[in-house]
């Protein structure tokens, strides 16, 4: 799906969204882009069907909450359709939107007896598509690489970015759009609190999976790589400060292993979503003691991947990464190397939840 269009259809005179897999700060902004166009067409309610939706951070929390409570100024609602289970029921539970945002578990029923303020308050076209007027280029992200250029999130205009996550072109622009786009401050803490919850407890079931049912094992192996590189781009993308402090503070050698073990899990994650399975990266061993657990299979080296339909900086990027796993990961055991990402994200963002609930009291 491109990045700057979101499918829909109309039921009953309302539009019903479909959410993409993955919401995050690389599409927050085309979901609220397509939300605020519905609002100002006339749209008071909307159904959001997010059945699709395998992640949501902090970032989209944020869309979601300032749309329905536009929708409710105006008499209407968002409707929230939610998958009966898995990571997007949970944190709506964990942060208590659940309670807040109406929810359903099939569109039909989000549809049932729609506020009359609900439907259109003013005749307005209804394109195929509705195309999201803010937000990143479409060719920002592709399968989690980065492209050469973005535009900045709050003056548009268009910079190289010199870190992987980077959505500013420059400090200031990005403590404005802190500034202005300051959320509920105890929603956005608490997401963040539950996804490092969910990182932990990731990391913790690794121990207790059963080493020859390896289809388990695998999917808990990637299910723990995808928290940590989203906890890691949470932090880096709207906690940079914090994030920084923390790592000025290590000595060299240890910050440089941090970055690589990061930048090699980040390999990881986009091996992942090139659909490759992960036991051409990960040598699972036989019964011996050291094979006991998961923890205790390492990481295999792997060739370079073909890099040349990516754009030059999209090439150095994955190209760094490649290097990374190759020094940091490979050869090395799966419980010390995703260990080593949590004892580093843990504190940051119990820091970072911290600062986010102290900001919000003193603006208020």
Request: hydrophobic share 40%; charged share 25%; with cysteine.
């Given at each position: 799906m491109s990045v700057s269009k979101y499918p829909f259809q109309m039921a009953g005179g309302v539009p019903v969204v479909t959410a993409?897999?993955?919401?995050?700060?690389?599409?927050?902004?085309?979901?609220?882009?397509?939300?605020?166009?519905?609002?100002?067409?006339?749209?008071?309610?909307?159904?959001?069907?997010?059945?699709?939706?395998?992640?949501?951070?902090?970032?989209?929390?944020?869309?979601?909450?300032?749309?329905?409570?536009?929708?409710?100024?105006?008499?209407?609602?968002?409707?929230?359709?939610?998958?009966a289970d898995g990571a997007v029921p949970r944190v709506f539970t964990f942060t208590g939107l659940d309670r807040l945002i109406p929810h359903f578990s099939a569109p039909e029923q989000a549809m049932a007896q729609v506020p009359a303020a609900g439907r259109p308050r003013r005749p307005g076209p209804y394109p195929g598509r509705v195309t999201a007027s803010a937000g990143p280029p479409a060719q920002v992200q592709q399968h989690g690489v980065v492209t050469d250029s973005r535009s900045c999130e709050r003056c548009g205009a268009v910079f190289v970015p010199q870190r992987e996550h980077a959505r500013f072109c420059s400090g200031d622009c990005r403590a404005a759009w802190n500034r202005e786009h300051m959320g509920d401050s105890a929603v956005e803490a608490s997401a963040l609190a539950w996804s490092l919850t969910a990182m932990s407890e990731a990391i913790a079931r690794l121990p207790g999976m059963k080493i020859w049912d390896r289809s388990r094992a695998f999917a808990a192996i990637g299910e723990a790589v995808w928290w940590i590189t989203m906890v890691d781009a949470t932090l880096v993308r709207h906690h940079l400060g914090v994030y920084d402090a923390v790592m000025a503070a290590q000595v060299p050698a240890e910050r440089r292993l941090v970055e690589e073990t990061l930048a090699g899990l980040r390999f990881v994650r986009n091996w992942i979503g090139r659909d490759a399975g992960l036991g051409e990266v990960i040598e699972a061993g036989g019964m011996g003691a050291g094979n006991r657990r998961i923890t205790g299979w390492t990481w295999k080296g792997v060739p370079e991947s073909a890099l040349a339909s990516l754009p030059p900086r999209g090439q150095a990027w994955e190209m760094a990464r490649y290097r990374a796993y190759q020094a940091h990961l490979a050869g090395h055991t799966i419980g010390q190397t995703l260990g080593r990402a949590v004892t580093f994200l843990t504190p940051i963002g119990a820091n970072a939840a911290s600062t986010t609930v102290t900001q919000g009291k003193a603006s208020g």
């Open positions: 993409p897999a993955e919401i995050d700060a690389t599409t927050a902004g085309q979901l609220r882009a397509i939300l605020l166009e519905w609002h100002t067409r006339g749209h008071a309610t909307v159904v959001v069907d997010m059945t699709g939706t395998q992640f949501c951070d902090s970032a989209g929390l944020r869309e979601l909450v300032r749309a329905h409570k536009r929708a409710r100024a105006e008499g209407g609602e968002l409707r929230l359709v939610l998958p």
